[in-house]
């Protein structure tokens, strides 16, 4: 029998393709990981903002993961948007326990600016699910969220990463710099060593997704067995190459293109 890698998304839609379960989807796929998905919210979303968002009922959440914790092997797992503390309580008590590489990208704003979950919703996120990870990557307006901190320069970001370990108890932070200006450069912080991974800045609007990308790419590898460092290494080189030859579609932050590193 053929082995093969799988990787779990819990997260919200985005029915244009381009971020959510579907920038994971596409991103497992390219990645040669099975992909799965529970989803917990669905957005009417496009390129230029968010129009409406309907939440699954909680039963329906906790019955999707029992579908797929029950008959499916699981090598990794990422979560991201989960837009309120009672959805957050669900998933804390499927994934507690489990041995299995848990990435949280902790969606909290869409590109557009609109907000994903709610305020309270980010306390929970940060002092009950940050200690079951075994990464969360942050980007910066997220990572000022976590710390309370004003975070404008490499140095604060690497505070930040530090923080965001010993005192909530992540397994390790990736804090990533988009949002920064110059190179985008993204620190990955595991409680003893800060690894530093730049790409030059793209002159682009097409970022809706990045994150989404990003993360899937790095739950993806390491489904496939890959350290967390080699997973982040080749991660970046995915979601940049994906920026790089992203996709000009809808009047707004186009989406970025998944089939860039099969392609190059
Ligand atoms: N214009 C850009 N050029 C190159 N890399 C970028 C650009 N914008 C974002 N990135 C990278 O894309 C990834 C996602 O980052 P970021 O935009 O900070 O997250 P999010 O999508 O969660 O807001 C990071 O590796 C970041 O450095
Ligand atoms: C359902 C959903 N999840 C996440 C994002 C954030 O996307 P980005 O990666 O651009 O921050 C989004 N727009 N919609």
Known sequence: MKEVACSLTIAGTDPTGGAGIQADLKTFQELQSYGMSVITSVV???????????????????KQLDSVFSDMPVHAMKT???ANIDMMQIIQKKVSGKDIPFIIDPVMVATSGDA???DDARDYLR???LPLCTVVTPNIPEAEFLTG???DTLDTMKKAAEKIVHEYGAGAALVKGGHLVGDAVDFLYDGNHMHEFTASRIDTVNTHGTGCTYSAAITAYVSHGLTLYEAVEKGKYFVTEAIKQSFDLGSGNGPTNHWAVRLV
Not at 44 to 62: F, R, S
């Open 44 to 62: 009417a979303q496009n390129t230029t903002g968010v129009q409406d968002i309907h939440h699954i009922p909680l039963a329906m959440i906790e």
């Open 80 to 82: 991201g948007m989960i």
């Open 116 to 118: 994903l979950i709610s």
């Open 127 to 129: 002092d009950h699910l």
């Open 149 to 151: 901190m004003k975070i």
